[in-house]
């Protein structure tokens, strides 16, 4: 027997929209091979426009999840092969590390434990972005070392596995997808460039009540992030991904395993809900956000489109909505107090852009967050912001904010040595202890 779909309640949804300052979401579930959907609110807070189930919103990083597909599927084919260097397909690959160089391979750039710093520098909007990405990086560093830790790679990573999928095929990333992905299953909807979606139909991206001033990302983030699409063809494209396959069945494990789930597989994360697995793809843009929850044992998939506001607590409010309370499990508990030393965490963690600075009050530890000064004016928050840690273990912790527009963020700082924490994992991306001199 076919499993029936769950009531999707259209006035909780506008309840909670208006709750979460969301302008709007569509809202579907696949079971038994048929798709229910909603859309509910506006696309354009300006216009006062109102979404439908054929309103296209941007997915984001959820395309990593379909050009993992696609790459998988040059792997089924025999052409190409996950533990085969990226060298063998791309001859002029390099970057600073002589044995990454050597060694790094699509299933590290799948599961993001490359390591390789994202510095590309600028590759523009032409369409050799991805050739002059992999050009760009002779230089490019470690964030850590090859293979020893998940750290996400936005763009840098999946622009690696596009430029492989164009060399094979001989044609531009966007057409490998569009002739191997959005083609076939009759994705009319569907596009891998903003350029080529229908502005008639698209939902703008919201800061607050303000529209994004960023419309989209820049193409270097195309195989990583810049699919836009519609809620019933988000998942029709759930539909055709083999759950059981090496897809979802090669993983490593992710440091702070509490913001989506405790492990990484080829382009899909792998989430713990009481017990049940559940593979997740997410994406944010500048204003807009994804979220796609898929439940193999309950034959169900849900997926969520949105155009601005909080991402974590309103998609989580949602679902258990539809699939029933408590079906998303919550934060862990806070623990009454550490063993190690406070002082063991206590550092400046980073990466270009970005900073953390964990300090210790007595037993209490602190975290400041260094905003990049355009992005601090815009949302209208300081530069500089700091959040209690609350820990939840020796290694993960809460880190609670006073503003209701934030969610609760998690967080890892782990591998000790000498003493200290050599690693922070937040939002999942890794950044290193930095060396004061």
Request: aromatic letters at 8%.
């Amino acid at each position: 027997m076919k499993p029936s779909p769950p009531a999707i309640d259209e006035a909780m949804v506008g309840e909670l929209l208006a709750e979460f300052g969301i302008p709007s979401a569509a809202i579907g579930v696949l079971s038994g091979g048929e798709i229910t959907s909603v859309a509910v609110g506006v696309k354009n807070l300006r216009t006062g426009e109102p979404a439908t189930t054929d309103t296209i919103y941007q997915c984001g990083s959820m395309t990593k999840t379909w050009t993992a597909y696609v790459f998988l599927q040059f792997v089924a084919e025999g052409r190409a092969d996950l533990d085969e260097p990226v060298r063998s397909y791309l001859p002029g690959f390099r970057v600073a590390d002589p044995g990454v160089t050597a060694r790094v391979t699509p299933r590290h750039l799948l599961n993001h434990t490359s390591g390789i710093e994202e510095d590309f520098g600028d590759p523009g909007e032409g369409e050799d972005v991805y050739a002059r990405m992999v050009g760009a990086i002779a230089d490019a560093r470690q964030v850590s070392p090859l293979g020893f830790t998940h750290g996400y790679s936005a763009a840098l990573g999946y622009a690696i596995l596009a430029r492989v999928m164009e060399v094979l095929d001989g044609k531009p990333w966007d057409a490998v997808m569009a002739d191997r992905l959005f083609r076939p299953l009759g994705l009319t909807g569907t596009s891998s460039w903003p350029a080529r979606v229908d502005p008639a139909r698209a939902a703008t991206g919201h800061i607050g009540r303000l529209e994004s001033p960023i419309p989209y990302l820049p193409r270097s983030y195309g195989p990583g992030g810049n699919v836009s699409s519609t809620i019933g063809e988000v998942l029709t494209m759930a539909s055709v991904l083999p759950i059981g396959s090496e897809m979802t069945t090669s993983r490593v494990p992710v440091p702070d395993p509490y913001l989506f789930g405790p492990e990484w597989a080829l382009g899909l994360i792998v989430c713990d809900w009481h017990g049940r697995t559940v593979f997740a793809s997410d994406g944010s843009t500048i204003g807009q956000n994804a979220r796609l929850r898929i439940l193999p044992d309950a034959g169900r998939t849900i997926a969520m489109l949105t155009n601005g506001g909080p991402r974590e607590g309103f998609y989580k409010r949602v679902f258990n909505e539809i699939l029933g309370a408590g079906t998303i499990p919550e934060l862990p508990s806070p623990v009454t107090e550490l063993k190690r030393d406070p002082l063991s965490y206590v550092g400046v963690y980073g990466r270009p852009g970005t900073a953390f600075e964990v300090t210790a009050e007595g037993e209490r530890l602190r975290l400041t967050e260094t905003l990049d000064p355009m992005h601090a004016h815009f949302v209208g928050k300081p530069e500089r912001i700091t959040y209690d840690l609350v820990p939840v273990s020796d290694t993960h912790f809460l880190m609670p904010s006073n503003d209701p527009r934030e969610d609760t963020r998690t967080l890892a700082i782990f591998d000790f040595r000498d003493g200290r924490a050599r690693y922070l994992h937040t939002n999942c991306r890794l950044y290193p202890r930095v060396v004061l001199s």
